[in-house]
């Protein structure tokens, strides 16, 4: 029976930065812990900690990596790219488009990931999500700026954290440059934007946010140029394809600069850079700063204000790279939430 374990990383948004106090052990007047074994190789601990300041709600998936029935996914919603949906519902989503003659005994626990605005339905991810491809990204992305950090599964099972570079260069045969504002945006913004078969069949999506050129590429060559309100299909990888196809955007208002240097039948090379290796690279998901490194406090990246309580999720790995930790502080209810130096304290227990 394979038992699949689903974690997903919160991002931070937030740039107030501020100096990490670590919680001191004499705050803590009162600590009462339960640990349930989940399945085999996972445990889910449940703890109440009484300081000074009120009481802190936390939760805490302890996960053994050498388990061979034990994987880390990263999930999002199947029905549309940057849908926002509960926790459970994706967890229920992934059941059903998983099924096997298992499902019923099939264990999932999941954490929330990428930082989201409660304003609307949609929400574009934090970074670079990757899913045996890449299924989003923001040019320039953690390029001479580190920002946020990114959870990194290998096609081996191992676990890293490290700031995924995401930089795309796109140019015509000529060596002109067509600038790229990212993967699959949610919402192109009249910009000029990438989109692949992990974002939708048909630019249908797209047309409804704006008036908008649709140029297809097929094996590094313009195949077809769709007009503003025209949908198109999305090409998927065919056989004898050496590249899976694509779409990019040309709002209209500045089409007349780009669109004749990009006509049907252009050659046309599209450069994804990165520092991260993808030949070994399963999946990865944006998050937030790296709080912790080699066992010690730190500051790297993106910061949601560090010295104020918030709920709080973060993710980490042991010294001896065996045990993924996946933590929850609650916030904002009975539970005050925590600092990052609070935070900090309850993860170096581990």
Same mark, same amino acid.
């Given at each position: ?30 600590? =009462? ?25 936390? *939760? ?40 096997? =003659? $298992?499902?019923?005994? =099939? ?11 409660? &304003? ?18 923001? *040019? ?67 047309? &409804? ?58 050659? #046309? ?20 700063? #790296? ?15 560090? $010295? ?5 999720? &973060? ?13 929850? #502080? ?9 600092? *990052? ?10």
């Amino acid at each position: 029976m394979k038992k699949i374990i689903n974690y997903m990383l919160i991002a931070a948004m937030m740039v107030n930065m501020g100096s990490v106090s670590v919680i001191a052990n004499d705050s803590v007047l009162y600590e =009462q812990a339960e640990i349930e074994k989940v399945t085999k190789g996972l445990d889910y601990e449940y703890k109440e900690v009484f300081t000074k300041d009120g009481w802190m709600d936390v *939760h805490t998936l302890i996960m053994d990596l050498k388990d061979e029935d034990l994987t880390v996914e990263f999930i999002k919603s199947v029905e549309e790219v940057g849908l926002k949906q509960k926790l459970t519902d994706l967890v229920d989503e992934y059941n059903v488009n998983n099924d096997d =003659q $298992n499902n019923d005994n =099939q264990v999932v626990a999941g954490v929330n990931a990428s930082f989201f605005n409660m &304003a609307n339905g949609y929400s574009n991810p934090i970074g670079v999500n990757y899913d045996e491809g890449y299924t989003y990204g923001a *040019h320039n992305y953690n390029v001479g700026y580190q920002d946020a950090a990114s959870i990194i599964e290998t096609v081996d099972g191992k676990i890293m954290f490290d700031f995924f570079d995401f930089a795309i260069n796109f140019t015509n045969e000529e060596g002109r440059e067509l600038y790229f504002s990212g993967l699959n945006l949610v919402d192109p913004d009249n910009k000029v934007v990438l989109y692949n078969s992990d974002f939708d069949v048909t630019s249908e999506r797209i047309d &409804a946010k704006g008036s908008y050129y649709k140029l297809t590429v097929m094996d590094d060559v313009i195949t077809a140029i769709a007009e503003p309100g025209v949908t198109c299909p999305i090409p998927v990888a065919e056989e004898g394809v050496t590249e899976e196809g694509y779409i990019f955007t040309i709002p209209e208002d500045i089409q007349e600069y780009h669109l004749p240097y990009f006509q049907v039948g252009t050659k #046309v090379n599209l450069d994804i850079q990165t520092t991260i290796d993808t030949e070994n690279l399963k999946g990865s998901i944006g998050g937030g700063g #790296v709080i912790i490194k080699d066992g010690e406090a730190v500051e790297l990246g993106l910061a949601a204000e560090p $010295n104020y309580r918030h709920p709080r999720t &973060a993710v980490g790995v042991t010294e001896d790279g065996n045990t993924l930790i996946a933590m929850v #502080v609650d916030g904002r209810g009975e539970s005050i939430g925590a600092t *990052h130096g609070e935070l900090i304290g309850f993860l170096q227990d581990y």
